[in-house]
């Protein structure tokens, strides 16, 4: 089993920035990739960015230009980065890895709230 703890959300005015950091532990090894996904009220969970272990990322439409997903690998820590908030970034943000040998299984965060006002 895999743990992810995310820390750093909060409330920002738009056009503020906030810094998510999402840290694993348990069974490291069984995962690679990690990333964040995101559900505002009434909407389905979201994708937002992946990183690989070997630093390969990708984003979503919606943020790219905005946020940046970095990691530490010996830290086994994740972080997202966000600039240029907007009211519409306002949302539950989870931290996520696949399991590496079957890609359905995910690991979950609790999910750290960000709200943006405008």
């Known amino acids: 089993q895999v743990q992810l703890v995310e820390s750093g959300g909060g409330s920002v005015q738009a056009g503020g920035s906030l810094r998510l950091s999402c840290a694993a532990s348990?069974?490291?090894?069984?995962?690679?990739?990690m990333g964040w996904y995101r559900q505002a009220p009434g909407k389905q969970r979201e994708f937002i960015a992946s990183i690989t272990s070997g630093g390969r990322t990708n984003y979503a439409d919606s943020v790219k230009g905005r946020f940046t997903i970095s990691r530490d690998n010996a830290k086994n820590t994740v972080w997202l980065q966000m600039n240029s908030l907007k009211s519409e970034d306002t949302a539950v943000y989870y931290c996520n890895a696949p399991e590496r040998h079957n890609a359905e299984y995910h690991y979950w965060g609790q999910g750290t709230q960000v709200t943006v006002s405008s």
């Open positions: 348990g069974s490291i090894f069984s995962i690679n990739a």
